[in-house]
């Protein structure tokens, strides 16, 4: 059969292989890896390369993605609070949720008991990045009391989230403030706290200094997994692929044209306006993709001698002046995609999907 | 029943007006409207509110959008360039498609010729915005002399594109390009061209001075029929509906905590290093949509007292401190969209459509 294009390959292989070194990393030092998997927008294939890979916990922040990965054979996470209007939903197709809000947890209690389930609630803790959580310390105490009386929903721990919304790094200082709470709760309430969530792919940077504290044992691993990188330092983890995500895409125009667009500027499709400079004629290529399916500042070309112009919704423009194949219209060029070119293009119903073993 | 969120509420009448209104003003200047429908990703609904508004031709990017709406009662044109490995289906499912390369043209003519169909072709001429088109004239000529030799396919016109990669405005000077090549054509070939199809919604401008080029008899409009506004003028049509597509989406959590993150920053979840002014404590938000479905700069909360801070892939949190209204957990707030976030909220699988009549 004839492939289609564009196609996003995904090296399933690759990926278990990530996961058994980050899990084979994280089990020396007492943490388990949630395998996030959001960044596929619930693909069954990835869930389980994860599982594969050693992940007993999968981890989603889309209710509609757990719908579809019910028969995994793994625990599913919901990553984002839930919203109320969901939560039949949420307790149906998930076991663990992140949770901030008492009226929220109420809900899900209700109806995990409609159906005779046990809901697992981590409370999330806001240590400075200002996304999700309770920020205050009495208010995180009387929502723990709450959660207790609940009969639909079991305190499992707490969790917290970084380098999201406000990029604050994971620190020893601001994981201390789980720890200090995590005292109190088992003082005050006489049980045991299961779960200290420390955070996601960007608390690897405390791991390879050997500051994670002990009390974490529990990371929400998505980027780590699928990349092997570790964004906050640009650092790798040494045997790890960086390229089990691949994208193929056709070649619709080839033409030796300016390089600098002729006539009066105003604003390109998505409201800028385009400074470009004048490097004499050049070969140029559009491809069938655009920036609904990736996003340019997150691919690069596996040619290192094409270089992306820029793009609108459905193309991309490349200048193929300096490369030393001899590329024609219906040739396929590849390109390395990294965590939002990954996001766009498995969101898109307009790219193929192709999973190779 | 329950709605369900976030949803993204199209208001169809509201699309059928602004296209009348469209279709009326471009009557009376010898202009046939394309209905572009490719914001929506084949939205059935909103080609058909399209076609009620006097369309008679619907253009999409994707082939797989025109798959989907194949029994609509309107012609169908393919507006991105099609793929060699994908002509079956171009000629299979679209009536017209935009071109700029023999070697496509041709697989489009054998694929043609094997169900019996005559492909229309629109040969692309860039004159300036340096995304897809011919440049220069001579191979325009022999590109027309080829295609009037081939039997599946059938020559219909040409067609440029602005605004789009380039940012370049449409004027008289740079749309004089098609005129001489039209008469060019129609003398060396001794045919009449039957199409000029002058651009895209950026076109209006000219529209309003008065400046459109009596040789132009087609435009390919979508945004000016979704919203009623001329992006490169930032002006917009009279008695037009900028409103036709709204954001529902529910708060996850409502919390008074700092304005500022607290911590060593480094990078958020897409790449950058976020800075913020210390504001105090702040009411804030956070509903449960992020940048996977939509573009924080390209929409607008209805409350007008309401502020987007920011957002992350599943999140965007907003200060609701200066609002009037009461608003808890679960309670729904509503947006404006504009292009870009439109785009997005009609490619993630994970919003809700819902059509109003």
Redesign the interface.
Known sequence: M????PRVEVDLGKITHNTKKMVDICKSIGVEIVGVN?VT?GSVEVANALIEGGIKIIGE??I??LKGLKDIKAEKML????????AADVVKFSDISLN??I??ITKLSEESLKIGKKHKIILMI???????G??DEEDALKTVEKIIELKGVEFEGLGTN????????P?E??LEKLNRLKTKIEEKFDIKVNTISGGNS?STHLIQKGKLPNFVNQLRFGTILMLGTV???DTRIDDTFIDAYKLKT?I???????S???????????????V?EDKGDMI?A?C?IGR?DIDL??MKPIDENIEIL??????I?LDLTHTNNNY???DVLEFELNY?AI?RSM????IYKDYLK
């Open positions: 004839t492939k289609r294009y959001k927008c922040s889309r509609e993605a990553l984002r609070l839930p919203m109320i209007s969901n901030s809000e009226k929220t806001d240590v400075g990045d200002l996304r999700e309770v920020f970084l380098s999201c919304f406000g990029g604050i790094m620190t200082e601001n960007s964004e906050v330092n056709e619709i125009e080839l033409k030796k044209k300016p600098k667009p002729i006539g009066t500027a105003s604003v390109d499709a998505f409201g800028s306006v385009p470009f140029r559009i069938a609904q500042d997150w820029g793009g609108s919704s459905d193309h423009i024609d219209i219906g939002v996001l969101t898109s119903q307009f």
